[in-house]
């Protein structure tokens, strides 16, 4: 008896560790998209000349906005499937976590979509796919 509930003592730290584990994540996915926001704002600000907004710096920054909250949506899914599969293994919470992850992927795809200014199954335009490799240099 006593072998048993040191067994179901671990069990229960366990589990207690891995609930930790998933707010840590959820904690940040939430500084990754507040961050991304905050630097994403200061450099909009900073590119600001006059009251006119450049079109260049207004798009940067729905795409540096975009991204953070890419990131962050995956990571959350992550801790979402971390505590459904570790914590509450049950076919109700399977069913929910399917259901966040379908949201949170129609999320990201909507973003996507948005950050990039075309559908997926368009081509992209010949004047952004020349000047990308520059970019990253």
């Keep these: 008896m006593e072998h048993t ?13 891995v609930e930790y584990v998933a707010v840590g994540i959820e904690v940040l996915a939430v500084v990754f998209i507040v961050a991304g926001i905050i630097v994403a704002t200061h450099s909009f600000v ?60 129609f999320l990201s795809w909507s973003l996507v979509v948005e950050i990039e200014e075309r559908w997926p199954w368009q081509a992209r335009r010949i004047a952004e796919a020349e000047t990308e490799p520059e970019a990253d240099t």
């Design 5 to 17: 509930t040191s067994e179901s003592k671990l069990i229960g730290h366990v589990l207690d560790v």
């Design 46 to 105: 900073a590119s600001r000349r006059g009251l006119r907004i450049d079109p260049a710096a207004a798009k940067s920054y729905r795409t540096r906005v975009g991204s953070a909250l890419l990131l962050g949506l995956e990571i959350l899914v992550a801790a979402d499937v971390i505590r459904t599969v570790a914590l509450d293994a049950t076919l109700e919470s399977v069913v929910v976590l399917g259901i966040l992850v379908l949201i949170r992927t």
